[in-house]
């Protein structure tokens, strides 16, 4: 089962920033953040993880909150091509751990 | 970001057939492969995991003398659907884990099967 609560449906202007929460409340102290975005008929897309610190690449941010029972991935200024479904999922980084998907976050950019 | 190929990307075949599907990773030895299906509208679902040179892991449910796995070397996995069936038609995805940062997972393109 999915360890994570996510929204069902967002909707973000494009040019704005997109902030997408996570709650992930029973997340063990071994257990990353990573999120996935899958845009219609694709594979998933790996975007970004993090145990416990914030972290930044180049597609987004990653806000984990101090006791680690939530998140929120931002995209900074949201493209169309951004649509997607966004899944947030907690794992362990060793060996067969697998990833389990729950329902994500459908995004949607508005022009 | 690591690159995951699968192969083919759709493929039709008549009900009763076997049809293999492929999944490697490019630039990056895979000592795990994870492989997933997705039915329209719905979220993914593992189906098996594959450790090179060893038998597969299935997953509740999954019925592992219909989708063999094979994960012959570091770089290659494969699925074949056996006796495929019209309800056996939707979405493939592979997946294989890094041995670096963070032992992320990446993913292939997906493979769509059509029974017919």
């Known amino acids: 089962d999915a360890k994570t609560t996510q929204p069902t449906s967002m909707d973000c202007a494009e040019g704005r920033a997109a902030n997408l929460p996570c709650n992930h409340s029973?997340?063990?102290?071994?257990?990353?953040v990573y999120w996935y975005r899958q845009i219609h008929s694709q594979g998933p897309q790996y975007i970004i993880h993090g145990l416990k610190n914030n972290e930044t690449n180049e597609m987004a941010s990653l806000i984990i909150t101090e006791d680690r029972k939530s998140s929120t991935l931002i995209l900074p200024h949201a493209t169309l091509r951004d649509t997607a479904v966004y899944y947030c999922?907690?794992?362990?980084?060793?060996?067969?751990?697998?990833?389990?998907f729950g329902t994500g976050t459908r995004l949607t950019i508005i022009p | 970001g690591a690159v995951v190929s699968q192969h083919p990307s759709w493929v039709i075949c008549k009900s009763g057939t076997s049809v293999k599907i492929e999944c490697r990773s490019l630039?990056?030895?895979?000592?795990?492969m994870f492989w997933y299906r997705q039915f329209p509208k719905q979220s993914l679902m593992l189906m098996a995991t594959?450790?090179?040179?060893?038998?597969?892991?299935?997953e509740q449910g999954v019925e592992k003398d219909k989708f063999l796995i094979n994960h012959a070397s570091l770089t290659l996995s494969t699925l074949t659907v056996t006796s495929a069936h019209p309800e056996d038609s939707s979405f493939y995805i592979c997946?294989?884990?890094?041995?670096?940062?963070?032992?992320?997972?990446?993913f292939g393109e997906g493979s769509w099967l059509t029974v017919v």
């Open positions: 999922i907690v794992r362990a980084p060793f060996g067969n751990e697998k990833l389990t």
């Open positions: 997946s294989a884990r890094t041995g670096s940062s963070g032992n992320t997972i990446y």
């Open positions: 630039d990056f030895q895979a000592t795990t």
């Open positions: 029973t997340i063990s102290g071994n257990e990353y």
């Open positions: 594959s450790n090179e040179g060893s038998k597969a892991t299935y």
